[in-house]
Nanobody, 125 residues
Framework: QVQLVESGGGLVQAGGSLTLSCAAS????????MAWFRQAPGKEREFVAA????????NDADSVKGRFTISRDNAKSTVYLQMNSLKPEDTAVYYC??????????????????WGQGTQVTVSS
């Protein structure tokens, strides 16, 4: 069992930066691939970025390539999403997820068993 708690969301102007954190409970954090998804009002949840259990492999959605970076610290049981050059279309609730999956399947929400409650990111124009 893994419990996930996101933090770091907020209101930022276009072009600004935010770093999201997702703290996991449980001793098996390092066994899981981790990912960030987001959901904007009226839209389906979409993949943002994923990272392997070791942190050695990542993959990103095309919409965030070159702007967002996913990382993890297994010693702290935490995964991060560094978001730069934010755009109004990045506005959404951001969720972290944990699952025993791997590329290329790691971009599918159904691959993840555990989800956080989400943190709101709002980018103003």
């Amino acid at each position: 069992q893994v419990q996930l708690v996101e933090s770091g969301g907020g209101l930022v102007q276009a072009g600004g930066s935010l770093t999201l954190s997702c703290a996991a409970s449980g001793r098996t954090f390092r066994s899981y691939a981790m990912a960030w998804f987001r959901q904007a009002p009226g839209k389906e949840r979409e993949f943002v970025a994923a990272i392997s259990w070791s942190g050695g492999s990542t993959n990103d959605a095309d919409s965030v390539k070159g702007r967002f970076t996913i990382s993890r610290d297994n010693a702290k049981s935490t995964v991060y999403l560094q978001m730069n050059s934010l755009k109004p279309e990045d506005t959404a609730v951001y969720y972290c997820a944990a699952g025993t999956t791997y590329y290329p399947y790691s971009r599918y929400a159904g691959e993840y068993s555990y989800w956080g409650q989400g943190t709101q990111v709002t980018v103003s124009s």
